[in-house]
């Protein structure tokens, strides 16, 4: 089954954070992620961050779906239209739908869609050093490590290069 991207929605949200599992991966502070870990879902909280986001002129957000069921978010943020450029970020809901390839998906989507939709030249990522997960997928998807910066692997992947090298994918 092959995952798609749709707008997120507000129930949408609130499906991905039901049942969120945080990833130690995702943090450089091990305190911080053990505190999330222990929180309960908060519904007023997703309300808060889904409004917030909402408001960002500058972000797009697609719900990562896999049939009927919201298994994580890909977002297109920072987006620059003067500069053509925009930020890639992702998280899936759980260890269940991740290895299987559909963050992989997830993101080529978003970078087609960055590409030929938003009409960017350049997608920007980054990553904390130790998801080496998210810096082989990256990489798989043609992105050209830029540096290494307080604990983050910076990327670039630029609309030529991603055309010229995606039959390598």
Not at 117 to 133: E, F, P, S, Y
């Amino acid at each position: 089954m092959h995952v798609e991207l749709l707008p997120m929605t507000r129930e949408r949200f609130h499906e991905l954070f039901r049942g969120f599992e945080y990833d130690a991966c995702m943090f450089t502070d091990e305190a911080v992620f053990r505190k999330l870990c222990g929180l309960p879902y908060d519904e007023q909280a997703v309300d808060a961050v889904f409004e917030r986001h909402s408001g960002d002129s500058d972000r797009l957000s697609f719900a990562v779906m896999l049939g009927e069921r919201v298994i994580g978010e890909v977002v297109l943020k920072h987006i620059d239209n003067d500069h053509k450029s925009c930020e890639l970020g992702i998280h899936l809901k759980d260890d269940s739908v991740k290895g299987l390839g559909y963050g992989t998906e997830a993101e080529r989507l978003a970078i087609e869609y960055a590409f030929g939709v938003l009409g960017m030249n350049t997608v920007l990522a980054d990553t904390i050093i130790k998801n080496a997960r998210s810096r082989h997928i990256l990489e798989k998807l043609g992105f050209t490590r830029v540096c290494d910066k307080e604990g983050f692997t910076f990327y670039k992947l630029g609309k030529e290069d991603y055309y010229a090298d995606s039959t390598d994918r």
